[in-house]
């Protein structure tokens, strides 16, 4: 069974959470783009882990951890992180791999990122991780991307400084600080030792395992309402993290595919600037925010809240092809008298979008239409059995299917291990 898991909003639905759970029953793990942009945080017993680049599966000794090609990897970022999971006391070596072909966010990238950033008026910045995301990724379609198999070559440190007089024409340009081509190239030179013995050919080791029958789970990072060609453009990251960007990050065909999972939590955050229809700018988003925990695992922003936004979840359905869904923080809702379900977003012409629009500016002029739901007012952060849970947070979670699609296969009502119940899958 190989699976696909995806968020289906705008990141952070606690896609770490789930892919710590499946990994149980899963051969490999694969994250197959973003970089470390992304924060997956899994809970077990009182110690909370927090992953940017290794794959969330890593808590689970003898399972293989890949970074796919569709990746974009700061080594530095990277070798902090293995440096972490190893003080936690997980073994990596013969387990945790790197592909050749995944690109490096190099220190030029992050420069440009943050000089971009800068430029951007009012009302045009995207409010990034600032992690050089964007620049990486530009390189990499601008074919003059530095690629992880390039560390292993003779000439690494000419690629450098041909690549810092480049990034040094584009920062000048910006009005930002050039870099020391020399430097870089000290800087760079732990690199190749440190990694070394973690690059291979995923590829080839991916379809070993497809051919040995092996189960493989492709993580996803950010989500669909990020994604470069789904999200809310361009206030977007630059992958691809929707279902699509698992073959392309990986190198597999979409026959490998045997099923799609969303993540999706039962209320909406988003941080950094663009559009987000059900926005709370009252008690109740605070609410949410507290209750929830919505700051930024990455950047430690808090997060903007709002109401579940249905239409965005059926988007990503129809986008992912999800075939179930992982609902997540049903427990953050439980002190709320009223919980509300966007269904549309209603033009001042009368006229209700069902779907996401792409016209950003005809979506500012919207009003978000909602379904108001009695809330349940009790405890469901222990609920072991899914029959258990109270009457009206039933009709929540099956008026969200109903209008949205897809099974639920499971479901989350807090942040540790054991608080996963599994439904459907
Ligand atoms: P990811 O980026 O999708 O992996 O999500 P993050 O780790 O950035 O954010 C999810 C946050 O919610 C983390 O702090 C999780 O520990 C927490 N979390 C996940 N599932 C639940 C849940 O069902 N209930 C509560 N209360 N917290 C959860
Ligand atoms: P996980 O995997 C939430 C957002 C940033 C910004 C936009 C572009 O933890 O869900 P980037 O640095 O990628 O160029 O920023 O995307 N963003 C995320 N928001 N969760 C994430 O990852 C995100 N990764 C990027 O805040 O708005
Ligand atoms: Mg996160």
């Not at 793990?29 to 110690?47: E, I, L």
């Not at 430029?119 to 379609?141: C, F, H, L, Q």
Request: include cysteine; hydrophobic fraction near 35%; aromatic fraction near 8%.
């Amino acid at each position: 069974m190989n699976t696909v898991l995806v968020g289906a909003q705008w990141g952070d639905e606690g896609k770490g959470k789930v892919i710590d759970f499946l990994t149980e029953e899963s051969d490999v793990v694969v994250r197959f783009q973003g970089g470390s942009n992304a924060g997956h945080t899994v809970v077990v017993g009182d110690k909370k882990y927090v992953l940017h680049l290794v794959p969330s599966g890593v808590l689970h000794e003898g399972k293989h951890c890949i970074i796919g090609n569709g990746v974009v990897m700061d080594p530095f970022d990277l070798m902090k992180e293995l440096d972490q999971v190893k003080s936690w006391g997980f073994n990596l070596l013969g387990r945790f791999h790197i592909s050749e072909r995944a690109q490096m966010v190099m220190q030029w990238h992050r420069a440009l990122d943050k000089a971009d950033e800068a430029a951007r008026s009012e009302g045009r910045k995207i409010g990034t991780t600032g992690r050089g995301i964007g620049p990486a990724y530009a390189d990499k379609v601008g074919r003059s991307g530095v690629r992880v198999g390039d560390i292993l070559k003779p000439n690494f440190e000419d690629i450098v400084r041909e690549h810092v007089e480049d990034a040094n024409r584009k920062l000048r340009s910006l009005g930002a600080q050039e870099l020391d081509p020399e430097e870089m190239v000290r800087l760079y030179m732990p690199v190749k030792p440190a990694l070394m013995p973690y690059v291979t050919d995923t590829i080839q080791f991916i379809h070993e395992q497809l051919e040995s029958d092996k189960s493989i789970l492709f993580e996803g990072a950010q989500a669909t309402m990020l994604d470069i060609d789904f999200g809310t453009y361009p206030f977007v990251t630059s992958s691809n993290p929707t279902a699509g960007g698992a073959c392309t990050g990986s190198g597999v065909s979409p026959r490998c595919i045997d099923r799609v999972i969303g993540v999706l939590k039962l209320y909406t955050t988003r941080v950094g600037e663009g559009p987000f229809p059900t926005e709370l700018f009252d008690e109740d988003g605070e609410t949410l925010r507290k209750r929830g925990g919505e700051y930024g695992a990455t950047t430690g922003r808090p997060r903007r809240c709002g109401w579940f936004d249905a239409c965005v979840a059926r988007f990503a359905r129809r986008i992912n092809g999800v075939d179930f869904w992982a609902m997540t923080k049903l427990d953050v809702l439980d002190t709320f008298p009223v919980v509300k379900i966007c269904t549309g977003y209603r033009r001042p012409d009368g006229f209700v979008y069902q779907t996401f629009p792409m016209d950003l500016d005809a979506l500012a002029t919207c009003e978000p239409v909602y379904e108001e739901m009695p809330g349940w007012m009790c405890d469901t952060s222990h609920t072991t059995d899914y029959a258990e849970l109270p009457e009206n947070a039933k009709r929540y979670i099956e008026r969200i299917l109903e209008i949205c699609g897809g099974k639920l296969g499971v479901l989350s009502v807090g942040p540790a291990r054991e608080t996963t119940l599994r439904i459907n899958i």
